[in-house]
């Protein structure tokens, strides 16, 4: 059970826009920066979004981050066959004094 | 560009003892938080603890009782170690380069993992 929750699962088709949310609380999200993170199955994760809405260099602005009290979104615009993979929230929680995860969201570009 | 190159041992016993290094290639060692993540087989990120070049550590609280991390700056390592593993601890084990400041979730550069079983 992860503390912040993500859906298992979304699915678009090219071009189309998606968006994964990742719900928390007030120790975690309502509290601190909501990073975002892909990962391609048998690889390491890669940073997407940091700072809630902040992209890395060499993150394509088709990338965008949010967060709106206890939960945060990343949105995908202009959905590509390679942006299939599992996307993660991350987040600190005062409460726990532990960086915490979403279970993360599988992305299937149908 | 930095990279971040990891080893250790792949097999283990139940109650062993699991031990993984960390190498840091390329930008500043000091300064950062370096963090260990790792993830279970066909499961979520679950973060184990950071560390930073002074030593300074921070340990999640389901694990704090079993796990050390250390620092050799001189030869810009981070190393973990994981005591009493069972099969629970079976999961892919990455380290990450976190931010300047501790309590981080900015991972920019990750490396590769090392898988670490826990098999009798």
């Known amino acids: 059970q992860s503390v912040l929750t993500q859906p298992p699962s979304v699915s678009g088709t090219p071009g189309q826009r998606v968006t994964i949310s990742c719900s928390g609380s007030?120790?975690?999200?309502?509290?601190?920066?909501v990073n975002w993170y892909r990962q391609v199955p048998g690889t390491a994760p890669k940073h997407l979004i940091y700072?809630?809405?902040q992209r890395p260099s060499g993150v394509p602005d088709r990338f965008s981050g949010s967060k709106s009290g206890t939960s945060a979104s990343l949105t995908i615009s202009g959905l590509q066959s390679e942006d299939e993979a599992d996307y993660y929230c991350?987040?600190?929680?005062?409460?726990?004094?532990?960086?915490?995860f979403g279970g993360g969201t599988q992305l299937t570009v149908l | 560009q930095v990279q971040l190159q990891q080893w250790g041992a792949g097999l283990l016993k139940p109650s062993e003892t699991l031990s993984l290094t960390c190498a840091v290639y390329?930008?500043?060692?000091?300064?950062?938080?370096w963090s260990w993540i790792r993830q279970s087989p066909g499961k979520g990120l679950e973060w184990i603890g950071e560390?930073?070049?002074?030593?300074?550590?921070n340990y999640s609280p389901s694990l704090q009782s079993r796990v050390t991390l250390s620092v050799d700056t001189s030869k810009k390592q981070i190393s973990l170690i994981l005591t009493s593993v069972t099969a629970a601890d079976t999961a892919v084990y990455y380290c990450?380069?976190?931010?300047?400041?501790?309590?981080?979730?900015?991972?920019?550069?990750w490396g590769r993992g090392t898988l670490v079983t826990v098999s009798s």
């Open positions: 990450a380069r976190g931010a300047l400041t501790r309590h981080t979730v900015k991972w920019g550069y």
């Open positions: 390329g930008g500043s060692f000091s300064g950062y938080y």
């Open positions: 560390v930073n070049h002074s030593g300074s550590t």
């Open positions: 007030t120790f975690n999200i309502g509290l601190n920066p």
């Open positions: 700072s809630n809405s």
């Open positions: 991350a987040s600190w929680d005062d409460g726990l004094n532990g960086a915490v």
